[in-house]
């Protein structure tokens, strides 16, 4: 069993940047497959990143690519999101979730969710 907490949503302006982190309890967080994704209100929750169990696989989605950049620390059980020249369409609740296995952009495949965090991007 693996409970994910996300932190670091925020307010920010266009442009600006936020880091999300996610935080993972139990001893097995070295030996899951991360992503992130988020969900617009009215929309369907969308894959963002992912990354292997080493961190030496990443994925994103072609809407991110080049602005936000996964990454893990297995030794401090966390995930991170850094969010550079955020645009106000990347408004939305985002989730980390886990999976034994590959990282996958298929969010039916995650075993375990965290509750999501707000980012807000003003025009």
């Known amino acids: 069993q693996v409970q994910l907490v996300e932190s670091g949503g925020g307010l920010v302006q266009a442009g600006g940047s936020l880091r999300l982190s996610c935080a993972a309890s139990g001893r097995t967080f070295s030996t899951y497959a991360m992503g992130w994704f988020r969900q617009a209100p009215g929309k369907e929750r969308e894959f963002v990143a992912a990354i292997s169990w080493s961190g030496g696989n990443t994925d994103y989605a072609d809407s991110v690519k080049g602005r936000f950049t996964i990454s893990r620390d297995n030794a401090k059980n966390t995930m991170y999101l850094q969010m550079n020249s955020l645009k106000p369409e990347d408004t939305a609740v985002y989730y980390c979730?886990?999976?034994?296995?590959?990282?996958?952009?298929?969010?039916?495949?995650?075993?375990?969710w965290g509750q999501g965090t707000q980012v807000t991007v003003s025009s």
């Open positions: 979730a886990g999976k034994r296995g590959a990282n996958t952009r298929s969010r039916h495949l995650y075993d375990y």
